[in-house]
Structures are given as structure tokens and as C-alpha cells.
């Protein structure tokens, strides 16, 4: 039996005659050592009460988007944010028409919309609906947007009818449940991330810097997370809205980063080094706002501690991989750095190029690694994200066979 402890689950039901089985897949799910929260539409409470589902899930079950009272206890963002999975079951036509065409008319709608966590459907409805040709339209667009769809089963209806329509049985979507986090192929690995530049502090206002923008570590970080990672960011200063389901901390100098990495390093699987650390910092912070007193002025700076280095010294190490932004000779620059820092996998962009790397929301790169290259074409960050978490995924499960 496929194991779900410690998942946890927003189970929504949409009305339709399969709605008997919900309370079924509940108890089912929770065998399985998941935790659920059940969202009913208005139709399903025709078919099942709110409070035989209150009793089995032992939640409280939500039914309304504007119910103040349940907003106060956990709000629609809330319980979207909590979900690992939203499994729909009985997904019904209306339902599925609904949440192809982006609605957001009741709590199980816009709870789809916002979540950043799978959501499965169980379709059930009559052969006719199901094989009408607005059903099956709306079927390819939501399998489109990467929704899985898990049946329907063929068989007899509830109406008397024989084709496909019925629902899975309550085992067989747990099965499918338990199935879905098993694929996911960094299941419970921990992966810390760095992201975005340092600052090095020259007097109280003002620093060094650069301009990085964070972009492509936290799409490394919800790549991870989506691959069932536990992440945690350490973000220098950026201007970006933390990754659902992601611990973030947040610095400002690279000797910060170096602390905060050491304190968490050894609890983590994956390290990917995706921050523009600054190389040096002013040898001392003034403790005033220095004076323009002179025509010219002279910083003196010392070198900052070589982060991705460092961990990829430690024994044992985790998976390591580090970053390069290069403007000539892409590919031996890296091989080098991969080398010389003792990485595992080194990632290269020409941040020459127009339009890619800093700063931008597309990027293209060169993995490399011992004894392999994967070349990504110029597309958006979280597209190489997404690639880059699966070449790592192939790699780490590589290393520890
Ligand atoms: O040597 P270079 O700065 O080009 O190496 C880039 C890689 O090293 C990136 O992965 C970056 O995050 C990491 N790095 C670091 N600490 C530093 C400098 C770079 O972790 N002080």
C-alpha cells in the first residue's frame, strides 16, 4: 500500500451521485496516514452532508468563499497554500467546464486557481456527458495544464446507462494518490538554495552590489518544491515574492549567506549555489557616512569566502551545484570552475548575450558535469528551472546507485 503519511490533502467534492464514494476515498486517504481537508460545492451537500465528511476527514469541511467565520479559521490562500495535492472527486462536467475556462465562483474554484500544488480529477458523469464533445475539449485543455485526470472507469452508471463515466473506486484514487507523490522525483529530498546578489557594506548607506535578481534560484526553488523537494532559500536582496511551500531566509552579505548555508548545510541533500555572491567587501564598514572630501578615494577590499567551495569541501558533501556567469569561453571557464570548486554539476550562462541571464526572465545554458554536457536553449527561467531539477534528480539518483 502506497504510503501518504505526513501529505496533506484537499479533497474537493462537486455535486453528482459518485459524491457517496467521497466519504469513502476519506477514510481511504487517511489510512494512508493523510491528513484531509474536505471543500464541497453547493451541489455535493445535495448529495452528502458537510458533517458525515466533518466526521470522517476529523476537519472542519469548508464549503463557503466568503464565509467569515471559516475565513477566520483558515482562508481560501490558506488552505490553498497548505494543500500538497488538491484531488477532486467526483469532478463533475460543470465542474470540469469551470475550472478549464479559469472561474472563480465559488471556494473550489478559486482555491484551483490559486493553488501551486497538483490538482487531480476524478471525473464521474454520465457516458453521454463525459463523451459529449465540450467534455472531452475541456479535458484535453486541463491534461494541457498539467491537471491529471484519473478516469473515468467504464462501466454501469448510477442512471441505468453502460460506457465510460463512473467514477474510480475510493482505493483506486488513493493508489493514484499515493502513486502521484511517489513519482515526483525529488520526493523528501532537502534542497537549500542561495539566490540573488550580496551587499558589502561601505559606510552605513551605501554598498556593493550587483544585479542579480534572484530570478533563477527561486525558480529553482519552486521547480524543487514542485518535485516534492523540502527547500529553503537563503536570498540576498530581491524584489521577488517567496515560492509557495518554500522556508526562506532572507541576507545581506555574502559573509551572512556563508553563515546561514554552514548552520543548514548539513541537513540538506542538494546545494545549488544560485546567488551572484560578491567576490570581495570594503576591508572595513565605516561607522559613518564617509565624506566626499577628496577628488578620489580608495576602497581597499578583501576577498569573500568562496561559498559553493566551501560546502563542496566538506565530507561528505551534499549533491553541489554551482552556477557561472561567463562572457568568453563559456564552456572551459566552467569545466574549470567545476573542477577547481569540486562540484558535482556546474551550470553556464554567457551573460554576454542580449535578453538571457541577469537580470531577465529567459536564460540559456550549458550543464556540465564530469562526464556529461546538456546544452538548454534560450526559454524562460522556470522552463530551465524545471529541466535543470531533472538533470539534478538523474544525477543525484546516478551518484547515490
Ligand atoms: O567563481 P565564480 O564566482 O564565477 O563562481 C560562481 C559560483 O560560485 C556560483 O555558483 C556562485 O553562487 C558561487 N559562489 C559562492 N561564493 C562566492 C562566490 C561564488 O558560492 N563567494
Not at 463525459?130 to 478516469?151: H, K, V, Y
Not at 529541466?387 to 547515490?400: D, G, P, Y
Amino acid at each position: 500500500m502506497g504510503n501518504l503519511t505526513n501529505r496533506q490533502i484537499v479533497l474537493g467534492i462537486t455535486g453528482g451521485i459518485a459524491a457517496y464514494k467521497a466519504a469513502e476515498l476519506v477514510r481511504r486517504l487517511g489510512d494512508r496516514g493523510a491528513t484531509v481537508h474536505v471543500v464541497m460545492t453547493k451541489a455535493a451537500q445535495q448529495f452528502i452532508t458537510p458533517l458525515t465528511l466533518q466526521a470522517l476527514s476529523g476537519n472542519p469541511v469548508h464549503t463557503d468563499l466568503l464565509d467569515p467565520a471559516a475565513e477566520a479559521a483558515m482562508g481560501h490562500i490558506e488552505l490553498a497554500r497548505w494543500a500538497d495535492l488538491v484531488l477532486v472527486a467526483p469532478a463533475s462536467a460543470d465542474f470540469m467546464a469551470r475550472l478549464a475556462h479559469g472561474h472563480a465562483d465559488d471556494l473550489l474554484t478559486t482555491l484551483c486557481l490559486a493553488t501551486s500544488a497538483p490538482i487531480a480529477l476524478a471525473p464521474a458523469m454520465n457516458q453521454g456527458m463525459w463523451r459529449d464533445a465540450s467534455t472531452q475539449a475541456n479535458a484535453a485543455l486541463l491534461r494541457s495544464r498539467s491537471i491529471a485526470l484519473w478516469g473515468p472507469a467504464e462501466g454501469e452508471q448510477a442512471c441505468g446507462d453502460i460506457g465510460p463515466g463512473r467514477m474510480l473506486e475510493a482505493e483506486q484514487l488513493a493508489q493514484h494518490a499515493a502513486n502521484s507523490f511517489a513519482s515526483r522525483i525529488l520526493d523528501g529530498k532537502r534542497v537549500l538554495i542561495t539566490a540573488g546578489p550580496t551587499r558589502e557594506a561601505i559606510d552605513p548607506v551605501r554598498y556593493i552590489s550587483n544585479h542579480s535578481s534572484g530570478k533563477m534560484g527561486f525558480a529553482l526553488a519552486q521547480a524543487a518544491a514542485d518535485a516534492g523537494a523540502h527547500v529553503t532559500v537563503i536570498a540576498g536582496p530581491v524584489a521577488l515574492k517567496t515560492p509557495e511551500r518554500i522556508e526562506r531566509i532572507d541576507i545581506d552579505s555574502a559573509q551572512q549567506m556563508f553563515d546561514a548555508v554552514l548552520e543548514r548545510v548539513d541537513a540538506c541533500d542538494i546545494f545549488i549555489a544560485a546567488a551572484a555572491v560578491a567576490d570581495y567587501r570594503p576591508a572595513a564598514v565605516a561607522d559613518d557616512k564617509i565624506k566626499k572630501q577628496h577628488a578620489a578615494m580608495t576602497l581597499e577590499l578583501v576577498r569573500n569566502p568562496d561559498i559553493v567551495a566551501s560546502v563542496a569541501q566538506r565530507k561528505p558533501k551534499p549533491f553541489t551545484v554551482g552556477f557561472a556567469a561567463e562572457t568568453t569561453q563559456v564552456a572551459e571557464y566552467a569545466r574549470d570552475k567545476l573542477e577547481r570548486k569540486n562540484l558535482d554539476l556546474i551550470v553556464a550562462n554567457d551573460v554576454s548575450q542580449p535578453g538571457i541571464g541577469f537580470n531577465s526572465d529567459d536564460n540559456a545554458v550549458l550543464a556540465l558535469w564530469s562526464d556529461g554536457e546538456m546544452h538548454i536553449d534560450a526559454r524562460s527561467k522556470t522552463q530551465i528551472a524545471r529541466e535543470l531539477i531533472e538533470l539534478i534528480a538523474r544525477q543525484t539518483h546516478l551518484q547515490i546507485a
